[in-house]
């Protein structure tokens, strides 16, 4: 086991350092969170095109984790319906709170599984949770808006709670 956590923390400390799909997209809904705790930000930006993820990128200053989360985040969503989405999020925040049932391990979570260790230290499920909530903000505010984003449309800002 002590193996496969720093297999683990190797993986959360890579995209800590070098994010994927980090960066802007211009035109995209987005959302901003913010970590209360830290004072960590996160903007999440995301197209969908037919109930299906187009492309997520994101930018922000955030610890190993939140960056690693938010990473590793649009890399597993990229092509995921909204219902996916949906259901990925909910498997990922029972794995991080501890609320998981236990009967159906990590497999469906994928390479998310990495932060499985997170459970152990509470004050850190807001660090893995951040882009995941702010993700949902964005496409929450994306499909109150019928049709393409108007310019001028506040982006929505979440804090986790
Ligand atoms: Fe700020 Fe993790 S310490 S998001």
Request: a negative charge; one cysteine or more; charged letters at 25%.
């Amino acid at each position: 086991m002590s193996d496969l956590r720093d297999l683990y923390q190797e993986v959360i400390l890579d995209h800590g350092k070098n994010p994927r799909n980090f960066g802007k997209i211009e035109g995209a809904r987005s959302a901003h969170g913010h970590n209360p705790l830290c004072g960590d930000l996160v903007t999440i930006y995301v197209t969908v095109q037919d109930g299906v993820i187009e492309d997520i990128r994101f930018e922000g200053s955030g610890c190993a984790i939140s960056t690693a989360s938010a990473s590793m985040m649009t890399q597993a969503l990229k092509g995921r319906t909204r219902e996916e989405v949906d259901r990925l999020f909910e498997r990922f925040h029972e794995m991080v709170t501890g609320r998981a049932d236990g009967t159906q391990g990590t497999d469906d979570l994928g390479k998310l599984a990495v932060f499985e260790g997170v459970v152990e230290f509470p004050l850190r499920v807001k660090c893995a949770t951040l882009s995941w909530h702010t993700l949902k903000a964005a496409l929450e505010a994306s499909s109150e808006a019928a049709g393409p984003e108007q310019p001028g449309t506040p982006e929505p800002q979440v804090t986790t709670e």
